[in-house]
């Protein structure tokens, strides 16, 4: 069974910083891309950035490039989201997903999704 469990979420004020975590179990990690996606209230979800099982291979919304960085360490299962230059316009609940299958440099198609955690920006 594969779980994917995010943390970091928080309140910051508008130019703030956080990095959000997730961490994953249930399947060989480094095999599958993985992103970050998120869901504002009354919004439909939308793709945040993703990375590639091995790292190589980034992708980000217009939205957030230059102030978001993804990466992964494959030793520990984890992939993280640098958040900079946070605005309230970022204020989401942020989810972790994992591509459907294996050796995709992208998570065009998802298999899991986490529970999800909440980023609150103030202007």
């Known amino acids: 069974q594969v779980q994917l469990v995010e943390s970091g979420g928080g309140l910051t004020q508008a130019g703030g910083s956080l990095r959000l975590s997730c961490a994953a179990s249930?399947?060989?990690?480094?095999?599958?891309?993985m992103g970050w996606f998120r869901q504002a209230p009354g919004k439909e979800r939308e793709f945040v950035a993703s990375i590639s099982g091995s790292g190589g291979t980034t992708y980000y919304a217009d939205s957030v490039k230059g102030r978001f960085t993804i990466s992964r360490d494959n030793a520990k299962n984890t992939i993280h989201l640098q958040m900079n230059s946070l605005k309230p316009e970022d204020t989401a609940v942020y989810y972790c997903?994992?591509?459907?299958?294996?050796?995709?440099?992208?998570?065009?198609?998802?298999?899991?999704w986490g529970q999800g955690t909440q980023v609150t920006v103030s202007s």
């Open positions: 997903a994992t591509s459907r299958e294996p050796f995709k440099v992208s998570v065009a198609r998802i298999g899991y």
């Open positions: 249930g399947r060989t990690f480094s095999n599958y891309a």
